[in-house]
């Protein structure tokens, strides 16, 4: 049996495919999980995922991608990290990174950003794929790696990622090798980068110019590749395809042509090379590339007949113009397509004959297109034409070609793209130089074009067919072979013949042909073109002679080439034998411009001496020479030939320096040989040094000119590889001396300036020219000329520094700009040493506060040389720099130069934080030294947003980094009293603080930012140190000291670039494994340091408790249990000195209140502090109590705290009142005045911005009555808003009253607004005597009255809300409250905002305490039915007639008891008489507070149960009928001319009930014999009932006359006849779950049997309802009883025919507006039901005690009318669910509220979840 086999430990495998474990052993696998493989085993692979390191199994090895990783960390720190290119590891991450942040936008609905994302993570994955896939060539790997580092720096940015820090070669930096300055410098570079390129994409508008340097910013030489795939042509006959570049816009050809022949039978001519035309169009310059507009261009000619006709004597072989084909390739020139297999068709536009146009033009002239082109037309005209058309009709027909541009010459490409470029690629070069060229590069072309011509047709009766035919002769007649070039591709032939053009009279060719002739040849040779005329026929073209013929020689008499332009030739006739005679002809001015300057010498006719005759014909050329040996000008052709005219040296010298710059860069090499011949020919003499010097430098400067600057290189080979002259130093040497020794002289000054600028290439040619000199004559006795000839002119320098500014400032600049550039060359051949010295006193002699800022720049290059790397040069440098810096950067200077003091000193830290300068640790202690308290002070004194406050902090830190332990000792030391270490150490403190407190670095710069944090921790540890050591002992303890240091070490700790778990997976492991958690450490050092303090502790308490909950807070488990102990450490001193905790106590609220609100703290936290702190009380001899107590009350608070601050994330405004409330009643308990005024004013605006002015008005007052009515002035604490000026207690609660009252009137709260305004009144009238304020406020209090007896106040409702379930959170978990019904909210819309709230809430169906399962479980119950508040009438209003507006005010305010009620029947039930048995079950919730209140639910504190037996009942019911009979029969006492029809139904309903027996019932029941003599305890109530009954007809009687309003009767009022017998009493909270169950559908409106069901059909305003309505109204009624189930429908049966008295005379409840109404005002028939008592009012007409209320208005859009047929039901299941989240969710204010459906009937299930309890409705 085989076994598991080992692997190799670097494999490490990712996952394909998901995996389902189906056995124990087996692991899951999700996609891209990370595993490491331990063993394999047929197909099966053993190991673990690395994301849980601690559950090994096995796993399909087929499901698994291995790859070669390497393992950083072991156990559960082991992470895998691919052994791959490190670019793909960057893109891995960032993809994955990018990922997580793509998902969050899809969540979000970030559209355009997601797409966004998308299209950069495709654009990744790509070319992640293709750097992995191996196959790319090397010059377009390295395209696509600056590629996609442009795009992952890009998305970073925009993402708000980190930015990734790398060096110039895209590779990323290691902070840890790698110098402050060096990071800072690259983060600041790669961050304008991104901004710029963010800036572009916001634009969207680039100039050519600014983009394509983006794209090829560091190469001046540029090819385009062009690949001819194929060409589709009907021409039956070959043709030659002559390619070439093309500028529109100047009309000019750009190259040579790239010439392709092509066969008749659609191939090339050349089989071979089918799939091999490939051209290279070198030479094109950066200038080229920013042209407006380039176009590839091809000339279409074809080779055969005259015209397209078969025979076999028409003449064959020649060239004919046919078509071109135009494609414009200006964006592929800059750059933007990047693919050289993409494909691109070159349409084809044919030429037409002229005599084909001339034939259309008289057949059909109106018809001619303007499109059609003759063939007449010069060519560029034709391009022209082409381009400009928007459409060519090709009919399929042209090119296809592929095409690419290279950076980089011939050379350079053939090296870095080798696939596309080989020896077989045709090189098509520019016509013209590139903008370098090299020593070396050798060329000499002469490009002649054919222009136009004029041609007389003779004897001939049509113009002439001309055909001209071109070649190179030499002076003798001979022909050149192969020396004409007609494009690139094929070899050079003898002859070219031109395009013939049918014919034509003026023929424009604009052919262009290369001549390479030999450069020793050019002289010799010239160009002859003959002119002969073809015929089409064979027979008749063989008789043609030639009938012209022209020359033009290549080099003129003076030895220059013939210059650049158009020549008009001479056409001599051609058909004789002088015409063939070279040596006849030569001596013949051979163009127009020759005969006239001829003519000018020796006058007319003395041109003609052989007698070679000049025909009419006209005929020109045009000529470019590019040539690296011949030249057009005489002065430089001088130079160059200096050897034949000694004589003239001076002379030829001085007119070098008046030749054209761009004719001396292209003979560079030519130049500066010529002139140093010179030198070395003539060093015996020192007549020409001056002259050669000034030469030199005239070249020289003219390079270093802007405008051929791109030379630089070219000057630089020279120098390195073809200077020769050894002695060249001493001349260059002695020259420079001398214009620097005579720099006073004005004449020198302009030449001295030149040369001081040249002064670097000056340099390297005699640096160059000693070495030269050494490496063939060694050393010797020159040595000490040459080293005196180098400190002679540093004491020139030194000399001129050291002169007066005013006579020489320029030169004093330029000696400062230019000398450092010459340290690098000189200490090759110089003592390096000795050069520092030189350099020191260079610097020494410029007298101080002159030329500051030049002075420091030239300091800046001399240490970025390679001399301030060697040790010795630093110990000679290095004080002079310091000395320069720390006089700049002290507080005395007056205009600090910061700016070049900042690049000195990152330069000089930069340098030494290299690896390679040798031993820096005594240089490090000189910065130190001077430098470290200077450029701290510098920070401190820079303003943040400075742009030099980044370069000075990055220096601080660099000297920081670089300064070991042994260096903080020395620096300490280094302070000569204990003041001045106070003093360094406050400065450093503060610093550091606030530069933690003020990011000086983007948050972006993660890696600056992280560097700069694990400097500041290491600087702090040290420092801590010194305060151990220095200030700990009691006689130099330091309070401040330390105190300053605790709050710096706590910034630090809770700085955000440290808080690890707001970062995202990698980050966060990113950091942890560069820079572990610095949190740990130094909270560690912090407990290390509070314990050190000993009897110091309470000098820090309570001031330092804020800053230490504020660590505390971190979340970071090991942190917090290790710094918890501190508060109990403070709680233990501060006992032990003051004997309590209170100072402590109050900071640690205080604080917390803060923290907690600013997001700081969660539930672990409160569990670790709870549980740490009780621990240690518990084992405190003295805290064991007070400290419990104390830590239970902090508990207590962060819990509370903690629910506010999650709910402030809650879109239910509820939910942040309440917990408002829960936090300010601590706070009130705690008598924390100060902190309950700030929650007192949130309450107050989330109640404003809910228009809850009730409520707001009620918290205002909670701040009044903090305030007295006295002229003491307010305390801070006491002033919440900051606009208010300093108040006296009066002033203050005087403006809080008038805010009162004005909410209290918004919130129709009237009678609380007339109470506070006669507080305010008795103010203004007695004791400040503002009478004036007082009238007004008297006004505004009649008003108030008026309103309280007119306006309309419908009364709210009142709910009972039980939240059962853990899934609440903790201020609503197991508790049940009371909630007051907003203005017209019924009970509907308050379940309907309820499920709003709580849209995942079950609806529990009963209104009994719930169970334990209930409350215990995870979800979420709700329980809510309508309570009924029982009146408090306040004392002033008993046994007094008040007015019913007044009374229904008290009915629904200012109550705290509600009442719920169902009957039930005890025993055997009376089926004559059911309320013999009937009791009454009413439970009585009482809230903590009244309503209205500070919110509008409060929370039930105590339920009460009581039963009611049916004779007590009986009695209550009967009360209440007296009470609305009496109230009746006073309103008609008061007005008489009401209708009596309402009174008369009430008296007919309780007189003669025809309905369940009226009052006849309750004698039969509890007068009978049977009933007194079981019960003989109930005689006292019988009596009472009796005489109840006994006083209806008395009450009828009495006619008094009194205000209209309700009396409240004696007899009413007795406690005697109320609850005479309580069977049963029970009190429990509101969590309690002991009381009796009841059931969901009683009702505590229907339980008083007097009233029949017929006085229910009142409801009509003229007192009176037709029978047709009354049997509808009945039939439904009989319908919906069907629909019922059985316990319904007994129990509405018997709710209805019991209608309360109570209920018969009510306010009459006005109708909502219909603008509050939500839609339909049909309700279901449940609430159809529950609301038909209220329907039972009698009509009335207005009356003083109800001015403003209809009685019409509660019938006319009753629900209960029968003429409204009930809605339709829906057609999904209406009772699927009890949850609360089927109720739909709020319309909108436009929309309509949908129907309730009506309930369906229940047979077997009379208590389904989802019915509504009738008691609620």
Not at 847 to 860: A, H, I, W
Request: aromatic share 8%; charged share 25%.
């Amino acid at each position: 049996m085989s076994r598991w086999e080992p692997r190799p430990r670097d494999e490490t495998g990712v996952a394909i495919y998901n995996y389902d474990a189906t056995r124990e052993h087996e692991l899951s696998l999700q996609v891209g999980d990370t595993l490491h493989i331990l063993e394999t085993h047929q197909g099966w692979y053993r190991g673990y995922c690395l994301r849980n390191k601690s559950k090994k199994g096995i796993f399909p090895a087929s499901y698994i991608h291995v790859k070669q990783t390497r393992a950083e960390g072991e156990g559960l720190e082991e992470t895998a990290v691919p052994s791959e290119v490190p670019l793909v590891q960057e893109l891995t991450m960032t993809l994955r990174e990018w990922a997580i942040i793509w998902h969050k936008l899809y969540l979000s609905g970030n559209k355009t950003m997601f797409q966004h994302v998308q299209l950069m993570t495709y654009s990744l994955i790509e070319w992640r794929s293709q750097i992995i896939s191996g196959t790319l060539p090397k010059d377009e790997l390295m395209e696509l790696k600056g590629k996609v580092i442009g795009k992952i720096d890009y998305g970073n940015r925009i993402l708000g990622l980190d930015l990734v820090v790398r060096d110039g070669n895209g590779n990323v930096l290691d902070p840890d090798h790698t110098s402050t300055v060096t990071l800072y410098k690259a983060h600041e570079a790669i961050s304008r980068g991104i901004d710029d390129r963010i800036q572009e994409e916001k634009s969207r508008v680039h100039t050519t110019e600014a983009r394509r340097r983006s794209i090829f910013s560091t190469t001046h030489s540029y090819s385009l590749y062009i690949n001819l795939k194929n060409f589709v042509c009907n021409i039956g006959e070959d043709a030659e395809l002559l390619m070439s570049l093309y500028d529109p816009v100047q009309s000019e050809f750009i190259s040579e042509n790239y010439l392709v022949r092509w066969s008749k039978t659609g191939m090339p001519r050349e089989i071979e090379r089918l799939n091999k035309l490939e051209a290279l169009f070198t030479d094109l310059s950066s200038s080229d590339l920013i042209r407006m507009r380039i176009s590839l261009v091809c000339q279409i000619v074809r080779v055969g007949h005259m015209e397209l006709k078969e025979g076999k004597k028409h003449t064959c072989g020649l060239r004919r113009p046919f078509g071109v084909a135009v494609m414009d390739i200006t964006d592929m020139i800059g750059g933007r397509n990047d693919d050289e297999e993409k494909q691109h068709f070159i349409p084809f536009q044919q030429i037409a004959m002229e005599t084909y146009i001339r034939q259309r033009q008289l057949i059909m002239s109106p018809l001619l297109t303007s499109r059609v082109i003759g063939e007449n037309e010069p060519l560029t005209s034709v391009f022209n034409k082409v381009i400009a058309a928007k459409e060519v009709n090709h009919k399929g027909q042209g090119l296809w070609v592929s095409m690419k541009l290279l950076p980089g010459d011939i050379q350079q490409v053939h090296k870095d793209f080798p696939h596309l470029v080989d020896r077989s690629t045709a090189v098509a070069r520019k016509m013209g130089f590139p903008e370098i060229v090299l020593p070396g590069d050798v060329r000499n072309d002469i490009y002649v074009t054919l222009v136009q011509g004029e041609f007389d047709k003779g004897k001939k009766k049509t113009p002439k067919n001309v055909e001209v035919t071109m070649g190179v002769y030499d002076e003798d007649g001979n022909r050149i072979e192969k020396a004409i070039f007609p494009g690139a591709g094929y070899e050079g032939v003898s002859e070219y013949k031109s395009v013939i053009y049918y014919q034509v009279k003026q023929p424009f060719w604009h052919e262009t042909v290369k001549v390479a002739i030999a450069i020793e040849d050019v002289h010799l040779c010239h160009l002859r073109f003959t002119f002969r005329h073809r015929s089409s026929q064979e027979s008749k073209d063989k008789s043609e002679k030639l009938f012209g013929m022209a020359f033009v020689k290549l080099m003129k008499p003076d030895g220059t080439t013939l210059r650049d332009g158009k020549h008009d030739l001479i056409v001599f006739k051609g058909d004789t034998k002088k015409a063939e005679d070279a040596k006849c002809y030569l001596t013949l001015p051979g163009t127009k411009g020759e005969q006239e300057e001829r003519e000018r010498q020796l006058g007319k006719g003395s041109q003609h001496s052989h007698n070679l005759p000049v025909i009419r014909d006209r005929f020109q050329i045009s000529t470019l020479v590019c040539s690296t040996k011949l030249t057009q000008n005489v002065d430089l052709l001088g130079l160059l030939n200096w050897r034949s005219s000694l004589c003239s040296i001076e002379q030829i010298l001085q007119h070098l320096m008046e030749v054209d710059g761009s004719e001396i860069v292209k003979f560079l090499q030519d130049t500066l040989d010529a002139l140093f011949n010179i030198m070395m020919e003539t060093s015996e003499s020192e007549a020409y040094d001056f002259l050669l010097f000034d030469a030199l430098v005239f070249i020289i400067s003219l390079i270093g000119d802007i405008k051929f600057q791109h030379f630089n290189p070219v000057l630089e080979a020279y120098i390195s590889n073809h200077f020769s002259a050894t002695l060249a130093y001493v001349k260059l040497a002695k020259v420079l001396n001398y214009y620097v020794s005579n720099a006073e002289n004005a004449e020198k000054s302009e030449l001295l300036f030149a040369a001081l600028k040249a002064l670097k290439y000056l340099f390297r040619f005699i640096i160059q020219s000693r070495k030269l000199y050494l490496r063939i004559y060694g050393t010797g006795q020159d040595d000490n000329e040459f080293n005196g000839s180098i400190r002679k002119l540093f004491l020139s320098f030194n000399s001129l520094m050291d002169r007066p500014l005013e006579e020489s400032v320029k030169i004093k600049g330029a000696a400062l700009k230019y000398l450092p550039t010459i340290v690098n060359h000189v200490m090759l051949v110089f003592d390096p040493v000795e050069l520092s010295v030189l350099v020191t006193k260079f610097i020494q002699s410029i007298p101080d506060n002159q030329l500051v800022r030049q002075k420091l720049n030239s300091m800046c290059k001399i240490v970025e040389s390679r001399l301030f790397r060697q040790s010795e040069c630093r110990d000679v440098l290095l004080p002079l720099i310091i000395d320069q810096l720390s006089g700049q950067l002290d507080d005395s200077s007056s205009r600090p130069e910061h700016q070049a003091c900042a690049d000195l000193l990152s330069s000089t830290l930069e340098t030494l934080d290299h690896p390679d300068i040798g031993p820096q640790q005594y240089h490090v202690q000189l910065v130190m030294e001077r430098l470290l308290r200077k450029v701290n002070r510098t920070v401190i004194a820079m303003s943040r947003r400075s742009t030099l406050i980044g370069p000075f902090v990055a220096c601080m830190i660099a000297i920081l980094k670089q300064m070991e332990d042994s260096h903080y000792t020395h620096y300490i030391n280094t302070f000569k009293t204990r003041h001045d270490i106070i003093d360094f150490l406050m400065e450093t403190f503060i610093m550091f603080k606030d530069l933690i407190g003020k990011n000086v670095y983007p948050t972006d710069w993660m890696v600056m930012n992280m560097v700069q944090n694990r400097v500041f921790l290491r600087a702090i540890s040290q420092f801590a140190i010194v305060l151990n050591k220095v200030f700990l002992d009691p006689a130099n303890f330091e309070l401040q000291l330390w105190n300053n240091y605790f709050h710096l070490a706590i910034a630090f700790l809770v700085h955000d670039s440290l808080q690890l778990e707001n970062f995202s997976s990698e980050k966060r492991n990113k950091i942890i494994n560069k820079y572990g958690d610095m949190r740990k450490d130094i909270g560690f050092k912090i407990k290390d340091m509070w314990n050190n303090l000993g009897a110091h502790k309470i000098k820090f308490i309570p001031e330092m408790v804020g800053p230490i909950l504020e660590m505390t807070l971190v979340p970071e488990p090991e942190l917090r249990r290790s710094t918890i102990p501190i508060f109990f450490d403070m709680m233990q001193c501060e006992y032990s000195v003051n004997r309590s905790i209170h100072a402590f106590e109050n900071e640690l609220i205080t604080k917390l209140d803060q923290e907690v609100e600013g997001g700081r703290g969660d539930g672990q936290y409160k569990v670790l502090l709870e549980k740490i702190l009780l621990e240690q009380c518990r084992q405190h001899k003295y805290l064991a109590v007070s400290g419990e107590a104390f830590v239970v009350l902090v508990s207590s608070l962060l819990e509370r705290l903690l629910d506010y601050r999650t709910i402030m994330h809650d879109e239910t405004k509820e939910h942040h009142m309440s917990c408002t409330v829960n936090v300010l009643n601590f706070y009130k308990e705690k008598k924390r005045e100060d902190i309950y005024i700030r929650y007192l004013y949130k309450l107050q605006d989330l109640h404003r911005d809910c228009e809850n002015f009730t409520e707001a008005a009620y918290t205002l007052l909670l701040h009044a009555e903090l305030l007295q009515w006295s002229d003491q002035p307010c305390a801070a604490h006491l002033i919440h808003r900051d606009d208010c000026p300093a108040l006296s207690h009066r002033e203050l609660k005087e403006r809080l009253y008038q805010e009162i009252i004005h909410y209290f009137d918004r919130g129709k709260m009237w009678e609380s607004a007339i109470r506070l305004s006669k507080e305010l009144a008795a103010m203004y009238e007695n004791e400040v005597f503002e009478y004036e304020e007082l009238s007004h406020l008297l006004r505004q209090q009649a008003c108030f009255y008026e309103n309280v007896m007119q306006a309309m106040r419908p009364p709210p409702e009142y709910f009972a809300v039980g939240f059962y379930g853990q899934g609440f959170p903790s201020f609503l978990r197991n508790k049940m409250f009371v909630y007051r019904g907003k203005d017209y909210e019924r009970y509907g819309d308050f379940r309907l905002r309820l499920a709003t709230q709580f849209p995942n809430a079950d609806k529990m169906s009963s209104t009994a305490p719930p169970s334990d399962s209930v409350t215990n479980s995870p979800l979420q119950h709700v329980q809510c039915f309508t309570v009924k508040p029982v009146m408090n009438l306040p004392l002033q209003f008993k046994d007094k007639p008040v007015p019913e507006q007044i009374l229904n005010f008290y009915r629904a305010n200012e109550v705290q008891q509600f009442q719920y009620s169902r009957p039930f029947h005890r025993g055997e039930k009376d089926p004559e008489n059911e309320f013999l048995t009937m009791w009454i079950e009413r439970v009585t919730y009482t809230t903590v507070y009244k309503f209205p209140g500070i919110l509008q639910w409060f929370e039930v504190k105590t339920v009460t149960v009581e039963e009611i037996s049916p004779l007590e009942n009986a009695i209550e019911t009967m009360e209440r009928t007296n009470e609305k009979i009496s109230n009746m029969v006073q309103r008609y006492a008061w007005e008489g001319a009401l209708p009596a029809h309402p009174l008369s139904m009430l008296l007919s309903g309780i007189v003669d009930a025809a309905v369940m027996g009226g009052s006849a019932n309750y004698e039969k029941a509890f007068f009978s014999t049977k009933y007194i003599q079981q019960h003989p305890e109930d005689q006292e109530k019988i009596d009472i009932l009796k005489e109840l009954i006994a006083l209806q007809p008395p009450a009828l009687t009495d006619r008094k006359r009194s205000r209209s309003g309700s009396v409240i009767l004696p007899y009413i009022m007795s406690s005697a006849l109320r609850r005479l017998s309580t069977v049963s009493l029970m009190s429990t909270s509101s969590t309690s779950s002991g009381s009796n169950p009841s059931r969901p559908h009683s009702n505590g409106s229907g339980l008083d049997p007097l009233v029949e069901r017929r006085p229910l059909t009142l409801c009509r305003p003229e007192g009176q309802l037709d029978r047709e309505e009354l049997d509808q109204r009945g039939s439904m009624a009989r319908r919906k009883d069907k629909n019922l189930s059985k316990s319904q429908v007994i129990f509405e049966s018997e709710s209805l025919s019991k209608v309360d008295f109570g209920e018969m005379v009510p306010p009459l409840r006005p109708q909502r507006p219909k603008s509050l109404q939500f839609g339909d005002k049909r309700l279901p028939s449940l609430q159809i039901s529950a609301q038909l008592p209220h329907c039972a009012t009698p009509a009335s007409s207005r009356s003083p005690s109800q001015p403003l209320l209809q009685t019409d208005s509660v019938t006319s859009a009753s629900p209960g009318d029968a003429s409204t047929p009930p809605p339709t039901p829906p057609k999904g299941k209406p009772c699927e669910s009890d949850s609360l989240q089927l109720v739909p969710p709020l319309p909108e204010k436009t929309s309509p509220r949908p129907p309730h459906p009506p309930p369906k009937a229940r047979q077997s299930h009379p208590s389904s979840p989802q019915r509504y309890c009738p008691a609620a409705e």
